[in-house]
């Protein structure tokens, strides 16, 4: 392998990505654009405005609001009310009902509360119908639903100096004691930016409002009998097009897919869960055994198996086995990371093999094949998304890292050609390295009306990634600041909501009206933060994408967004030998 040239080819690739605007590439889907957000799933109801009071307010039914609802609900602290923009719960997976949409990470440690609600995944990667009724199977047998408020957004926060003040966009102002947020990293669709988007007068969408009304079919893998004879554009090649292609090549009469930039793209291997093999592992508290045994052998800390075996483990597996052949005085870091170049480059190359072995058209494999370190972007794994160029109505349209030049009244411009389309499917993906007040939609005015925006203005600050100084009774459910578990973020939500629900149940049980972090276990956590060598995902090396805030460099801001410096293991264990000391420190209850 020579190493030097692969190397200087990642670099060129990324080097023709890089552009100055980075995010600001994308269009906010406001005024003209506004109706690529409306919700084709849920008629929305009237309903009277709330001015009442309740105990804790979670924004977001996602998992994250399931899951710290439902520890909630065991804690004893009934009275909770969760605000949610969908019609439903579910959030990524109420929004995103795509054909083909699936798990990525193995349903067994994906979906959360499997031993509690007793559901057993159907498949090792289950696909989307099975886990939104999972997210609904949580909301009813926890209760959520009963005071719960739907297809509303929340506009504002305050806290009034014993409570915080809860607006949103269907004229509510109610009182919370408590307030936590998850909001989602991924739950604002974006637009490229790309010149003449409006002026398109065949039909459109984003992936995340997918219209079965247009396309026929649905989201259990019905056929989409209505695009038989269309010529459909699909734009973007990342995870999401790589799980909804396939199924848009059997359907289109002709089907271009625009990428920018390919995907890696490595064997899937689903299957269904063999029931006696399901009630062998499924002793008491095997969920917890299979989460913490995923998070070891994903972030390559000590695991004596691997329960999982997926394309998660498979790369750190192979780093340890490296690292394990070194002689014991050459374990020096600097042969670490040479260890975990190495095996990167191996199944990198492995991947790009992969695409010749498929894909029938060599010109087209070859433009298939990914160019930068397996973690620079969302590692994607699918069976069929290579065959599907092998179908004659199937064309790749590559643009060289250039991406689309132009959308005109009938079709789509690349490489100077316009191919005349009846439709165009946006899979460019979601707003992430904006502003968490932009993307949340409000911002939260805390003690002494400081506003987290101010807070946060050089870069996020938090105990724990949960707690914030100067916002009592406020917690935020998410994975930065934390264990920063990428490959499974249910993981991360589960903790917190478990650690919420103890510290609310504390102050409940103890009479205290208010919790709220120190100014100096926040400046201490965050200096925790800064002594470590920082994220493997967002090198500047990496061609430009969401990991890396598409290559621009966000300072002392970017060096925020990391986990605990001893990774995901380290952090899980942290946090649970902190709840149950139950002296919780660097908190103050007053
Ligand atoms: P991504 O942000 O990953 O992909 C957006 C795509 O649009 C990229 O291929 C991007 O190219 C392309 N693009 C942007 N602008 C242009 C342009 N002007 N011309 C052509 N192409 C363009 O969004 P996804 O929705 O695919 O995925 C988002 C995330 O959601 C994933 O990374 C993953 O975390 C999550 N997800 C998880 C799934 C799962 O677990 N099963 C499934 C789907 C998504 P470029 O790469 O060059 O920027």
Known sequence: MDKEAIRRRYLEERDKRLRPDGNDQYLRLTGQLSHYLDDPYTPMTAREPRRDHVTVAFIGGGFAGLVTGARLKEAGVDDVR??????????????????????????????????????????????????????????????????????????????DGTRWIVSTNRGDAFTAQFVAMGVGPLHVPKLPGIPGIESFRGHSFHTSRWDYAYTGGDALGTPMDRLAGKRVAIIGTGATAVQCVPHLARACGELYVFQRTPSSVDVRGNRPTDPEWFASIATPGWQQRWLENFTANQTGALAEEDLVMDGWTDIARRVRARIAELPAGERTLERMLEAFEDSDFEKMAEIRARVDAIVADPQTADRLKAWYRQLCKRPCFHDEYLQAYNEPGTHLVDTDGKGVERITETGVVANGREYEVDCVIYASGFEVGTEFSRRAGY??????????????????????????????????????????????????????????????????????????????????????????????????????????????????????????PQGAVAYFRFIDEWRSSGDFDGLAFR
């Open 82 to 159: 969760i605000v949610e923009k969908g019609g439903d719960f579910g959030g990524t997976w109420y929004w995103n009902r795509y054909p083909g949409a699936q798990c990525d990470t193995a349903s067994y440690v994906y979906m959360p509360l499997l031993e509690e609600t007793g559901h057993v995944p159907t498949e090792k990667y289950a696909h989307a119908p099975e886990i939104l009724e999972h997210c609904r199977r949580i909301g009813k047998q926890y209760g959520l639903y009963d005071n719960a408020l739907f297809h509303t957004e929340v506009t504002d926060l305050t806290w």
């Open 443 to 564: 911002d939260l005015t805390g003690r002494d009306g400081v506003r987290l925006s101010e807070h946060w203005a050089d870069g996020m600050r938090t105990l724990h990634g949960i707690h914030v100084h100067g916002f009592p009774n406020a917690f935020i459910v998410q994975p930065t600041q934390g264990a920063n578990l990428i490959s499974n973020i249910p993981h991360n939500l589960t903790e917190a909501g478990r650690t919420i629900a103890t510290i609310v149940k504390h102050a409940l049980d103890h009479g205290h009206t208010q919790v709220e972090a120190t100014a100096e276990a926040e400046d201490a956590w965050v200096e925790l933060l800064l002594s470590g060598a920082g994220s493997l995902l967002g090198s500047p090396d990496c061609t430009p994408g969401y990991y890396n805030n598409e290559g621009v460099d966000p300072g002392r801001a970017g060096r925020l967004m990391v986990g605990h």
